[in-house]
């Protein structure tokens, strides 16, 4: 049995620690640690504090097998075999990627190990550019534990592929897993630990700096996609074609594939800006030019925006107008706003003197503490009731059963140029007439 010790509780932390305690049928143990004193008591009280589909119940069930323990001590991971480090690595100002987490992590574990004998593996499951752990954690480790890395301890790089709302999924059944370590003790460790997973998922073992760059990797060849799959929408829109019939023919090759080709109100979320930001900013340092990433980027502010552009023509002003903004997190079965293109809709809204009527089933508390100002509703339907035009941003599944019934609650419908424009996919039109989509 394997004692695993998770540092930092957010949503890669519970989604790791609770994925190992599920899927090993209760052969490991987890101990989840952090410095918050109210998300550990969250934690105990059995409860998860985000939103994230199925993992508020494989939490109950580890805590129930006594699988699970939280704690604000960190002397309760010196038994761990493991030790995953899961805490945040936000943007700096100038793009790049603070780490100072990742140092008081490293600082807190190494001093935990100093007079520890037993051999213990620290695995760095947060997103950190390239060298990194190589360039600040081992040798923090080193310094606070006094210790040899490789003979007394050892470091691996295990990046995440999860994705919001699909995270237990993904935890469980990885489309693949990797393991970067530049030792075999380290190695072997690592995959030991994977062993419930090793007979259906793809496990690559690589050096650490290469690791680090397979998760920036990964995260920039899809937002380039979805980028080009958005700019090709825009010529969509303005010659009158359906873009998902295209992009649906495009994604038949196989050497392109189906998925990421989506057009929509442009990408949102903690991962995508940070890390494509994060690598600008590494290719300057080591004087790379990337107008590519540059670009995508660009693409996709510009993109955020449009609906906004497109409800105001069939308006002809937003200027003291009442808009119902449906869907606030950058993603459905998320309660994240983090870069969510409602953002950019809600100020360009304000800036064009609109009023703003906003319901989202899960991210209005979070979206609050932004814009303080805007009325926030309780249902889809109120929120449509006597405004003037409606943005659907985030594909929620309960705006798909929406009606013309529930639509006619506005204070108008225009008929040529719709003012129901939804940024993504949702709406049946077996149910509703009279709207549009941002480029269908």
């Known amino acids: 049995m394997y004692k695993v010790g998770i540092v930092g509780t957010g949503y890669v932390g519970l989604t790791t620690g609770s994925c190992f305690t599920d899927k090993t049928g209760g052969s490991y143990k987890v101990v989840f640690y952090d410095t918050d004193h109210d998300k550990i008591n969250i934690i105990r009280e059995l409860k998860v504090p985000f939103h994230e589909p199925g993992l508020p119940e494989m939490l109950h069930g580890g805590m129930k097998k006594n699988l699970v323990t939280a704690t604000t001590n960190i002397k309760d991971l010196r038994e761990c075999d493991v030790i ?133 990797a990964s995260n920039a060849s899809l937002a380039s996609r979805l980028g080009l799959a958005n700019e090709l929408a825009r010529y969509c829109h303005s010659l009158g074609i359906d873009s998902r019939k295209v992009m649906k023919v495009v994604g038949m090759d196989p050497r392109i594939g189906p998925e990421y080709l989506g057009a929509g109100r ?102 609050v503490r932004l814009f303080p100002d805007i009325e926030y509703i309780e249902s889809a339907k109120d929120a449509l009731r006597d405004v003037d035009g409606c943005l659907i941003v985030t594909d929620w599944p309960e705006f798909a059963s929406l009606t013309d019934d529930d639509f006619n609650l506005m204070h108008t419908r225009i008929t040529t140029s719709p003012n129901i424009i939804e940024g993504l996919p949702i709406l049946d039109p077996r149910k509703v007439t009279k709207f549009k989509g941002i480029s269908w």
């Not at 999860?162 to 935890?171: I, R, S, Y």
């Not at 906004?308 to 950058?330: C, D, H, P, R």
């Open 266 to 367: 442009g990408w949102g979320g903690s991962c995508f800006p940070k890390d494509l930001k994060g690598l600008i900013h590494l290719g300057e340092k080591l004087d790379i030019d990337v107008p590519l990433l540059k670009s995508v980027i660009t693409s996709n502010e510009i993109q955020k925006t449009i609906m906004v552009y497109q409800l105001e023509k069939s308006l002809g002003t937003l200027n003291k107008m009442v808009i119902a903004v449906l869907g606030l997190a950058f993603k459905k079965d998320t309660d994240d706003v983090r870069y969510s293109p409602a953002i950019d809709i809600i100020k360009e809204l304000k800036k064009r003197g609109a009023t703003i009527r906003a319901y989202d089933p899960k991210a209005t508390s979070n979206m």
């Open 84 to 216: 995953f480090v899961c805490v945040g690595t936000p943007s700096n100002g100038d793009s790049s990627v603070d780490l100072e987490y990742i140092r008081r992590a490293s600082k807190d574990i190494g001093t935990l190990i100093r007079t520890n004998p037993k051999y213990q593996l620290i695995v760095i499951k947060s997103t950190v550019i390239p060298c990194s752990t190589e360039d600040t954690v081992i040798p923090t480790l080193i310094k606070y534990s006094g210790k040899k890395y490789i003979s007394d301890f050892g470091v691996c790089m295990n990046p995440e592929f999860l994705t919001e709302g699909n995270a237990v999924k993904d935890g469980l059944n990885p489309s693949r897993i990797v393991i970067g370590s530049n030792d075999k003790r380290s190695t072997t460790r690592a995959l030991s630990l994977y062993e419930p997973w090793r007979s259906r998922t793809n496990i690559i073992t690589i050096d650490i700096r290469t690791a680090e760059m397979m998760k920036y």
